[in-house]
């Protein structure tokens, strides 16, 4: 991204920690998902409005979800 995201910042890190569930591999996949939705809305840095416009399910929703 063009632009720093400051994910260090309490409110990124926080919201970043519950979309993960502090599961490397969800938060790897969670950042290449935001970094994309930034990207497309030009905006090139990820904030708290693109994680929480991400159609994001955290891993114990998917697991519980019935088929």
Sequence with gaps: LKNP???VERPLAE????MSE???GE???VL???AI???NNK???ITLKTLE???WIGPSERTHRPF
């Design 43 to 45: 905006q090139e840095r």
């Design 5 to 7: 995201s400051k994910l």
């Design 53 to 55: 416009s991400l159609a």
């Design 22 to 24: 502090g599961i490397i």
């Design 37 to 39: 939705a930034a990207i």
């Design 32 to 34: 290449s998902n935001a």
């Design 15 to 18: 919201k970043l920690l519950i």
């Design 27 to 29: 938060l790897s996949s």
